[in-house]
């Protein structure tokens, strides 16, 4: 036979299963709410990785544009063409290694404005291998400038539209790098950018050459002036080493192009010299 409870008993047992009840409850609303909750760490990880993707450099093709190529020309064009695919991935792995330094128009001025003028070099070369046995394409120059397709990065190469949570300000460690100017520079001391004169070691220059090497070296007085000038307009952008990164080492690379065309004028007709890429790399003179 079953005995009854007392009645302090029954309030116990009431007691107790109301307070199960209530830490369940408050259990499960607890676990709704956080389920319910945005992960704070992971926006904040989710906001590192978007800042930090560089995105990636596209740029139009040249191959698709010219005309058929003469044989004797098929070689030239063909390395001319790969060394544009090669300008493209060293400017991908450059903008990749820089994310994140200079200011909001470093990779234009860092990345996408040396990549322009490589490939109006490249493409300039292409169109004269044709041209030496066949008619000479035009219009290849306007397919040298390449854009920047932004992943979380300055958008519209450099012009301080962002996507994402990215910045297009300069961090504070680059704006205050910024006072050095370049390469041991102050911001109100520019310096002058020094190359080595070509001219004066050039043999003796065919007749047949002559117009053509005359024009490479006004080239390379025109290419020392517009370098001074963008180290002018430039001062105080970048970090300690965007002078190099954004003049010098663009201004070596159409040198370089520039006096291969000098070499290559006077080997035509004549002993083509040799090491004038030597004297391509310039030197900033505070």
């Known amino acids: 036979m079953s005995r ?13 299963g109301g307070a199960a009840a209530v ?35 596209g740029c139009p093709d040249v191959a698709s544009r010219l005309p058929a190529v003469p044989a004797s020309a098929q070689a ?4 001319n063409l790969t060394l544009l695919q090669t300008q493209i991935a060293e400017a991908n792995k450059r903008l ?17 404005g040396p990549l322009k003028d490589k490939r109006v070099a490249t493409v300039n070369r292409i169109a004269t291998a044709i041209g030496r ?3 000479k394409p035009t219009g290849l120059d306007a397919l040298a400038p390449c854009t920047l397709n932004a992943a979380g990065t300055a958008a519209g190469a450099g012009t301080g539209t962002t996507t994402g949570t990215a910045s297009a300000a300069p961090s504070t460690a680059a704006t205050q790098q910024q ?30 050459a002559q117009a053509e090497v005359d024009r490479n070296l006004t080239l390379l007085q025109t290419q020392i002036a517009e370098a001074n000038k963008r180290l002018a307009d430039t001062v105080g952008q970048g970090g300690p080493n965007f002078v190099q990164n954004a003049i010098l080492g663009p201004l070596a690379d159409k040198r370089k192009s520039t006096v291969d ?12 010299p040799a090491g004038l890429d030597s004297l391509a790399a310039c030197t900033l003179t505070e």
Do not use: H, M, W
């Open 76 to 79: 030239e064009v063909d390395r």
């Open 4 to 16: 009854a409870l007392p009645k302090y008993s029954k309030r116990r047992v009431a007691l107790v």
């Open 179 to 208: 006072s050095t100017g370049g390469t041991g520079t102050s911001g109100s001391a520019v310096g002058t950018i020094s190359c080595p004169d070509v001219a004066s070691r050039l043999p003796a220059v065919p007749a047949s």
């Open 96 to 112: 990749a290694d820089t994310v994140g330094q200079g200011g909001p128009n470093f990779v234009n001025n860092a990345i996408l």
């Open 261 to 272: 065309r000098i070499a290559i004028a006077i080997g035509r007709t004549s002993a083509k």
């Open 133 to 135: 046995t066949a008619a």
């Open 23 to 57: 830490a369940l409850s408050g259990a499960v609303i607890a676990g709704s709410a956080l389920a319910g909750t945005p992960d704070q760490s992971s926006g904040t990880n989710d906001a590192r990785t978007l800042a930090a993707a560089p995105g990636t450099i």
